[in-house]
């Protein structure tokens, strides 16, 4: 998040008044116009007031987290941010799921077991913004990866994503790449945390198969553009020759355009 942005969320206040400039110099009366005894009005301002500080306080929490792509469960966000206020979670997360969606290009997604990631919704194409040299290769590992796995419609087993890896020379039991670094701890442990893959352990009377499919997170990629690269790589061949990606691409995409056209 940029500092104009964190700047415009710790100014900003959301205005939280109840009725109109009528009521400002109206009589001392115990309801007002509408029957509504003051007391309860003023009530309502209160609580209103309380649920727009801690949307402000939870934007700001989560955000911070984001750059560290962290997984975040309610209990936390109870315990940190709302002050062990239950009562407030699911109003607060409502209007929060929608300033990060409508302000920051950021979706808010609820995963198994009450735990949420965030997932850009729009790929950052700002020059200024540069990655470390750790990340761009983090990067590019994590696209290899997904691209495999997509070319095997959508899951693959480690076995296969070894020897994928093994013939662009990166060796995935090794304990270090000069350029990548540790490749099996990113990605059978980094990558999974992060929520850009989802590790399967199927336990076989041959002994333990592990299998992986794109995580939620991985939805900030393109699959156009995973599949793009592997045409270069044959040559450019035509995608609608690989007939089922080709398929689960388009597919992808119409669903996609019709939840923005909704």
Known sequence: MSKRHYSQLTRKKTNTSIGSNDYTHSQPSTSNCNGI????????????????QLTNKLLRYLLMLSNGKQVVTK????????DNQGRYFHPVMVKVKNILSQIFGIQLVELEGNKYILVNEIENR???????????????????????????????????????????????????????????HLVSEVFVAQKYLDKITLEKDSGTKIEYKWG??????????????????????????????????????????????D
């Open 37 to 52: 005894p003051s007391k309860s009005l003023s009530q309502h301002s209160v609580v209103s007031e309380e649920q727009s």
């Open 75 to 82: 209990a936390r966000i109870v315990k940190n941010v709302l």
């Open 126 to 184: 700002l020059p200024h913004i540069e990655s470390s040299a750790s990340e761009k290769s983090q990067q590019v590992l994590l696209f290899l990866v997904l691209t495999h796995i997509f070319m095997h419609e959508q899951l693959c087993t480690e076995g296969s994503l070894s020897n994928f890896l093994g013939n662009l020379g990166i060796d995935l039991d090794r304990n270090y790449h000069p350029y990548f670094g540790d490749v099996k």
């Open 216 to 261: 939620p997170r991985a939805e900030t990629f393109s699959r156009r553009a995973a599949f793009e690269f592997v045409s270069k790589v044959y040559n450019g061949r035509p995608l609608k020759s690989w007939a089922l990606q080709y398929n689960i691409l388009t597919a992808h995409e119409s669903s996609n355009q019709t939840e923005r056209d």
